[in-house]
């Protein structure tokens, strides 16, 4: 099955940074999301990008499917955005969301 | 708009006893229905999903089992547990399995620790 990886596996921020995380996968995908886990363990969806560029207040994404990696921003980091992001892909005929094991966000005010 | 639920919240049971987590779905028809547990660490690992009522596909075999009595009701089951089943259960849900709406939702999850 499809393979995702996520890095940098943690990331440590002064709050107003920015930073990028990113999500490398094995195969060509006809989903792939991006969550933000909050410290209750809430699944928030952030995007789904299979392709494309999309942007959401401070945050954007980018996938560029035929490269395989897809990329999220985070601009002007608060302490709110703390927590894990996920990376989730899934390609061809599988029905299973492979995810990454994620990016443990730290922003410090 | 659509609502997600699971209950409970937290379980504390002791290994060999049963269990019945529940999931259900309102504000949409036919979902595609999930179940993921997270065990210690991050990674989310696909149990079970269902198409349909009475369908179950079943990703990885374990001392677990699903069932869908109802076209919005997703029922996580096991008749002894282990301590290798703690972990966080979460529920998800999507329009259609491949393609423009198959984005998952997620519930807020069950969080369960077998003692």
């Known amino acids: 099955g499809i393979q995702v990886e996520q890095s940098p596996p943690d990331l440590i921020l002064q709050e107003g940074a920015n930073s990028t995380l990113r999500c490398n996968f094995s195969?060509?995908?006809?989903?792939l999301q991006w969550f933000h886990q909050n410290p209750w363990g809430q699944l928030i969806n952030l995007f789904y990008?299979?392709?494309g560029t999309k942007q959401n207040g401070r945050l954007s994404a980018t996938t560029v499917a035929t490269e395989r990696y897809s990329l999220l921003y985070i601009s002007s980091s608060q302490t709110t955005d703390s927590g894990v992001y996920f990376c989730?892909?899934?390609?061809?005929?599988?029905?299973?969301?492979?995810f990454g094991k994620g990016t443990l966000l730290t922003v410090n005010p | 708009s659509q609502t997600i639920h699971q209950w409970p919240a937290t379980l504390v049971q002791p290994v060999g006893s049963p269990l019945s987590l529940e999931c259900t779905v309102e504000g949409t028809s036919n979902p595609n229905l999930y179940w993921y547990r997270q065990a210690a660490g991050r990674g989310l690992q696909l149990l079970f999903y269902s198409v349909g009522i009475g369908q179950i596909s079943s990703e990885v075999p374990q001392n677990l089992s699903a069932s869908r009595p109802q076209d919005r009701q997703f029922i996580l089951s096991s008749k002894k547990l282990l301590l290798s089943d703690s972990g966080f259960y979460l529920c998800a849900w999507s329009l259609v399995l491949a393609g423009e709406g198959s984005e998952q939702y997620f519930g807020p999850g069950t969080r369960l620790t077998v003692t």
């Open positions: 990008i299979p392709s």
């Open positions: 195969d060509s995908v006809n989903n």
């Open positions: 989730a892909a899934r390609g061809g005929s599988n029905y299973k969301l492979t």
